[in-house]
């Protein structure tokens, strides 16, 4: 049973329990490997020789009721997987995993009241139906109150602007209207926790952003865990608190964006122009990269915050204009496969373990 409670302004909010807790979770797959050139095919036949794959190896990860956790990760790194064993499709391998207090592939019918779905290219709409009429079927599967139905659609339709096309049979939508209704339909059921695989792919830039302002919303206001995997590294800086890298299977990154530039950030650059001529300024724990009378260009040394280095500067100076390069997202993620080492929240090393 989902635990709920009344929050401020009478938003429904849901129970403390972790939505995930996933130990040493696994997954291996036995496949057949093909030999090269005839004499190979034929001996594949005869006698076919069969590897383990790891899929998904060791990974521990608790996510907190209404957190909002990306899944990043290469091509090929164990996320699909990690989701599919999250929805009870997958059955793990090894170690333990429940989610909102279910073990997945056990409760499958129990856990499909309490999680919500969008799997990127496919859709859980009637294909020759309008998307209003899919949503009203699953009103009736769900058997959901009509009053709370018609609250429902209101509260998405005014994010999701899903009046304008929800009358078109879903097979005419393009991609960004379908999954904006595809969204809407993985909500109905008012779901605790909700999995998106790519929520924002082949939208334009101000459907992104309608569909992160809806994401945001579900999660701060309704109390909803939002797990989404993404390629868009837009996604993550606009949307959520904590990342989680994988790579091989394995988890290794998990913590804040702020965590992960600590941990793999390369250099933050503070760029000073002065209002007045000024003398020589010497901040501590940096490293001047241009200095004239008007302009003062630092690097903080690693370690250094850089937030302090510019109080420092501001306090000391009299600064007219200022500026503060970070690496972006996209290089963030890039550091830390180059660097290697998985990284737990906080940017310490480690080995995936839940880092808060
Ligand atoms: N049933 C299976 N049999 C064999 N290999 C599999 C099976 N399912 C997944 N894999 C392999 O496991 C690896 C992880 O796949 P998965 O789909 O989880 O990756 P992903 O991180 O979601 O990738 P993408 O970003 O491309 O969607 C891939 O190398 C894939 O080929």
């Not at 190896?57 to 599919?84: C, F, H, I, Q, Y």
């Not at 998307?131 to 009736?140: G, K, Q, V």
Request: net charge positive.
């Amino acid at each position: 049973m989902i635990d709920r409670t009344t929050g401020p302004g009478g938003l429904e909010i849901f129970g403390g329990a972790p939505a995930i807790v996933a130990s040493g979770l696994s997954k291996s797959v036995t496949v057949t490997v093909a030999e090269r050139g005839l004499r190979g095919a034929l001996r594949s036949v005869v006698r076919p020789e069969r590897v383990r794959r790891d899929i998904v190896r060791d990974v521990s990860l608790t996510v907190r009721a209404g957190e909002l956790v990306a899944l990043l990760g290469p091509n090929g790194a164990g996320k699909s997987t990690l989701v599919k064993m999250f929805t009870g499709i997958l059955v793990p391998s090894g170690g333990t995993l429940r989610v909102n207090g279910l073990v997945p592939h056990r409760d499958r019918a129990g856990l499909a009241r309490g999680i919500g779905a969008v799997f990127g290219q496919r859709t859980q709409l009637w294909w020759d139906l309008p998307a209003r009429e899919s949503l009203d079927i699953l009103r009736d599967i769900y058997g959901i109150p009509g009053p709370d139905h018609r609250r429902r659609l209101a509260e998405f339709d005014e994010i999701l602007a899903l009046r304008d096309f929800w009358d078109t049979p879903v097979r005419h939508l393009s991609l960004g209207q379908r999954v904006r209704c595809d969204l809407a339909a993985s909500l109905v059921h008012d779901p605790r926790t909700v999995f998106l695989d790519e929520p924002t792919i082949g939208m334009d830039v101000v459907v992104k952003e309608q569909v992160r302002e809806f994401l945001r919303h579900q999660a701060l206001a309704r109390g909803r865990t939002v797990v989404l995997t993404t390629h868009d590294t837009a996604d993550v800086a606009h949307l959520c608190e904590r990342l989680v890298l994988v790579d091989r299977g394995r988890v290794r990154f998990d913590g804040t964006l702020a965590n992960l530039r600590a941990a793999h950030g390369g250099s933050v650059t503070v760029r000073a122009v002065f209002a007045a001529p000024v003398g020589p300024v010497e901040i501590e724990g940096t490293d001047v990269v241009e200095r004239t009378d008007l302009r003062l260009t630092l690097v903080p040394r690693p370690g250094v915050d850089h937030r302090r280095v510019v109080r420092d500067l501001v306090g000391r100076t009299p600064v007219a204009d200022l500026r503060v390069d970070e690496d972006d997202v996209e290089s963030l993620i890039r550091n830390a496969y180059r660097d290697g080492r998985p990284v737990t929240a906080g940017g310490r090393p480690g080995t995936g373990a839940p880092g808060r």
